[in-house]
């Protein structure tokens, strides 16, 4: 059992490229996020999703795309890259449903982080 | 949005309890309130959740105050391993009813030897 699957782990772009940060799990989870951290700051919401098809902003999505059309696979995509971008960006998942006698929550897996740098 | 406040750095002697606050004043009646740790720049890992009652497991203890507008996490006999950054979060639903989960600053624990 793989968890959550980041790729690449580090990467250097370019002022203007474009990359896409890949994410996968293979827990079946229905929620998955995207987080940032910048150096000596907290995590940063991106973006999420509910499910196939179902995605949503989280806190600081400007820059950047998503797309979920599979269950396993969250991909993060950078358009023209900018310094600002640089930071840890980790990818996470979570099987959310209600409990409406216990109450609603449940436990978030993340994967290992992804280095970018913006030169 | 139900949000949480932590006090940004604590220190604590290797061997003592560990307690570190939380303040979620605005959580819902449902929602769960979950810690984390994050240790140099991995990803967090999780601790401890709980509802309304105290919880415990291998790792800490969690007191829920009974308003449930705060709690706080027990490291019972801190190491120097657990120096970490330490979060406390609560799902937040927007309109849709989906679960956008946030974290906050966080509390950088030091457990000095």
């Known amino acids: 059992n793989a968890g959550v699957t980041q790729t690449p782990k580090f990467r250097i772009l370019k002022i203007g490229q474009s990359m896409t940060l890949q994410c996968t799990q293979d827990?079946?989870?229905?929620?998955m996020y995207w987080y940032r951290q910048d150096p000596g700051m907290g995590l940063k919401l991106i973006y999420y999703s509910v499910g196939a098809g179902i995605t949503d902003k989280g806190e600081v999505p400007n820059g950047y795309n998503v797309s979920r059309s599979t269950t396993e696979d969250f991909p993060l995509r950078l358009e023209l890259a900018a310094p600002s971008q640089t930071s840890v960006y980790f990818c996470?998942?979570?099987?959310?449903?209600?409990?409406?006698?216990?109450?609603?929550?449940?436990?978030?897996?993340f994967g290992e982080g992804s280095w970018l740098t913006v030169v | 949005d139900a949000k949480t406040t932590q006090p940004p750095s604590m220190d604590c002697a290797e061997g003592r309890a560990a307690n570190l606050p939380c303040n979620h004043s605005t959580i819902s009646g449902n929602e769960y309130v979950y810690w984390y740790r994050q240790i140099h720049s991995q990803g967090p890992q999780y601790i401890i959740h709980?509802?309304?009652n105290n919880e415990t497991n291998e790792m800490a203890s969690l007191i829920i105050t009974e308003d449930r507008k705060s709690s706080t996490l027990i490291l019972p006999h801190a190491t120097l391993r657990d120096t970490a950054v330490y979060y406390c979060?609560?799902?937040?639903?927007?309109?849709?009813?989906?679960?956008?989960?946030?974290f906050g600053t966080g509390t950088k624990l030091q457990v000095i030897p």
């Open positions: 709980g509802l309304k």
């Open positions: 996470a998942s979570s099987y959310y449903r209600i409990q409406s006698e216990r109450g609603i929550g449940n436990t978030i897996y």
């Open positions: 827990m079946n989870h229905n929620y």
């Open positions: 979060i609560v799902r937040v639903s927007n309109s849709g009813g989906y679960q956008k989960v946030t």
